[in-house]
């Protein structure tokens, strides 16, 4: 009988290079992944992604070995758990990433289950696997995103205040809206709800689907007429004018005027449910996410626009982008860990931060798989005995860039071991009926 695997060990993990990451060592990626044997990082090369978990695309390997994670969750299916083992065909139930942007990502939106299947199976040389793809970011510097509709009465006044916005669509088409929000606010319930909704989808698509030709005329207008004069940063006209410069004449700059500009603090979270329009901007996180890659773009990229699909798939939902925020909650007694807790099946995530040296904390382990990633400084992570009949006690150095697989059921501490303290984040998965697990 083969003998069961360690229930915690060292995953070297897959960068990828997109054009949008940042370059050579200011990337969080490259540094992390430079922590791997036989990665160097080229001062040249873009950094966007450093990939921890069991999609074919950018499969984890067991630390200095040529086996992948899944080829060993495969011949002990107890370290995923009988119940997501069977579930999940023998994968992690989530991705795990670290993203460090340096310009900005696409207009996007991740299709549902339904959508996901659907898509994969009309063009799977676009959409990759028929997965949904709900994801949650956990900012580890200053992160500017686009996340999800202004309301409705924001857009309308949008609408007033940048006349390029209002030649694009139509000075008709742009009155319909404003009186349909105008009614929509008189209306009960879900009528005025339908009512505002319906009028941000034809508004929407009104912009996307404009011609080309009216679409660089007035972007070129617009972009003059900022260039004209200097503009604080964190305005909408400073980010106009440097997403202009990073993607010049995409229709996907109108986007702006719709979407919510957000900038999170390190350690603030949004999640985004499956239907919802976003695009990060600029800086790094920690991101989670079911385990697929499908994406579906509407601007700001030189790929595949599909415009059609996106806007048929959004829910139009439309609300400040505070709403977006997801609050970590303290987890332990101690005070050291905040969990975040999206309303999904595949994962949460929780956040360990430990100020100083020889400080400890204990994760009571959960009842799936765990990946976890240290971010800063280091440390000692060691398992728990809680039988005789377990396996010995796993000690492991823990330096930042360092990833571990933690396999279900199994408790674990971390134990700061430098004058900067440790921090780790923990990506877990739990079956939907415990989901009050950690919560004291």
């Not at 900022?226 to 604080?232: F, I, M, R, Y």
């Not at 609300?319 to 595949?346: A, F, N, R, W």
């Amino acid at each position: 009988m083969t003998p069961a695997h360690p229930r915690i060990f060292r995953l070297d993990c897959k960068a990828q290079s997109y054009d949008w990451g940042k370059v050579g060592s200011s990337s969080s990626v490259a540094r992390f992944a430079a922590t791997s044997p036989g990665f160097t990082v080229d001062e040249n090369r873009p950094y966007a992604e450093l990939w921890m978990g069991t999609h074919p695309n950018g499969p984890s390997m067991l630390h200095q070995s040529d086996r992948t994670l899944e080829s060993v969750l495969s011949a002990d299916p107890q370290l995923l758990s009988p119940y997501f083992h069977e579930r999940y065909h023998g994968h992690l139930p989530f991705l795990f990433k670290v993203l460090s942007i340096g310009k900005a990502l696409s207009i996007q939106a991740h299709p549902d289950k339904e959508l996901a299947e659907e898509l994969f199976k009309s063009r799977p040389d676009l959409y990759k696997d028929d997965n949904h793809k709900p994801e949650m970011t956990i900012a580890l510097t200053d992160f500017e995103a686009l996340c999800g509709f202004k309301p409705l009465r924001e857009i309308s006044a949008v609408l007033d205040q940048w006349p390029e916005l209002r030649a694009l669509v139509g000075d008709k088409e742009a009155k319909d809206f404003q009186d349909a929000v105008t009614r929509s606010e008189h209306m009960e319930g879900i009528k005025g709800i339908k009512e505002g909704r319906q009028a941000l989808r034809t508004l929407f698509k009104t912009m996307l689907t404009s011609e080309t030709s009216k679409v660089k005329l007035e972007l070129d207008r617009l972009v003059s007429r900022l260039s004209a004069s200097e503009h604080p940063s964190g305005s909408t006209e400073s980010l106009l004018l440097r997403v202009h410069s990073q993607f010049p004449g995409d229709a996907g700059l109108f986007c702006i005027f719709f979407l919510n500009y957000i900038v999170m603090q390190p350690g603030q979270a949004i999640f985004l449910a499956a239907n919802e329009p976003h695009a990060y901007l600029s800086g790094d996180c920690v991101e989670c996410m079911a385990a697929s890659d499908n994406v579906v773009r509407a601007g700001l990229t030189p790929k595949f626009k599909d415009v059609e699909v996106l806007t048929r798939m959004l829910t139009y939902q439309a609300k400040p982008g505070t709403d977006q925020l997801l609050t970590g909650v303290l987890c332990t007694p101690t005070g050291h860990s905040l969990m975040y807790d999206p309303p999904i099946d595949e994962f949460s995530i929780i956040l360990t931060t430990l100020n100083h040296d020889k400080e400890k904390e204990r994760l009571r382990g959960a009842e799936g798989p765990s990946a976890v990633i240290v971010t800063k400084g280091s440390g000692v992570i060691r398992s728990e005995k809680r039988y005789e009949s377990d396996q010995d006690v796993v000690e492991v150095v823990a330096e930042a860039g360092n990833v571990f697989f933690v396999g279900a059921n199994t408790p674990f501490s971390i134990e700061a071991q430098s004058e900067e303290g440790v921090t780790i984040y923990t990506a877990f998965s739990v079956r939907p009926d415990k989901k009050d697990h950690y919560h004291h």
